[in-house]
T-cell receptor, first 113, second 113 residues
């Protein structure tokens, strides 16, 4: 498995501001993923981040709203821009280790007022 | 498109009872199937997986068999414990060189002493 950490673990933000979430992995990985888990709902994939290239976004998610950086093989950031209360969710990063499976970070709980 | 359907919860059981959580999927190709567990206040953990038809994944007393004919991956445990109380997510991974996970809505399990 992998040890994955996220910062911050939680935050309360004002409408219209932006928050950058960091994801750090203890080993080098090719693919990193960002998911959103809205209150009481399941996880939805936001985008896939490959080191050295632009992130690939899923339907319904756009780069202007959720810019992602992937500067190296152990780190990624997700920014939630121009936030509204509808962005209140848990945001999770994950990594894939070969065919073992995908492993998730502890999540960042975001509340937008 | 790909989708996962889980039985709605909560599932309430007494300790040592038999557990089944139903999961069916719709997918093109030959997906991998996963069960993830989210204990209270913790992140998502991979519980077990199966990568092809008739494979059985198992871990911590939980089992699930990949049934292609019924497109199902039901989670079972012969004797649940209070410590198994958690939310269980069924997921499928699309085999596109890396796994893009599609999750079910999750099933909350409550086990009482």
């Amino acid at each position: 498995s992998a040890v994955i950490s996220q910062k911050p673990s939680r935050d309360i933000c004002q409408r219209g501001t932006s928050l950058t979430i960091q994801c750090q992995v203890d080993s080098q990985v090719t693919m990193m993923f960002w998911y959103r888990q809205q209150p009481g709902q399941s996880l939805t994939l936001i985008a896939t981040a490959n080191q050295g290239s632009e992130a690939t976004y899923e339907s319904g998610f756009v780069i202007d709203k959720f810019p992602i950086s992937r500067p190296n093989l152990t780190f990624s950031t997700l920014t939630v821009s121009n936030m509204s209360p509808e962005d209140s969710s848990i945001y999770l990063c994950s990594v894939e280790l070969g065919r073992v499976g995908q492993f998730f970070g502890p999540g960042t709980r975001l509340t937008v007022l | 498109g790909n989708s996962v359907t889980q039985m709605e919860g909560p599932v309430t059981l007494s300790e040592e009872a038999f557990l089944t959580i139903n999961c069916t999927y719709t997918a093109t190709g030959y997906p991998s199937l996963f069960w993830y567990v989210q204990y209270p206040g913790e992140g998502l953990q991979l519980l077990l997986k199966a990568t092809k038809a008739d494979d059985k994944g198992s871990n911590k007393g939980f089992e699930a068999t990949y049934r292609k004919e019924t497109t199902s991956f039901h989670l079972e445990k012969g004797s649940v414990q209070v410590s198994d109380s958690a939310v269980y997510f069924c997921a499928l991974g699309t085999d596109t060189g890396f796994q893009k996970l599609v999750f079910g809505t999750g099933t909350r399990l409550l086990v009482s002493p």
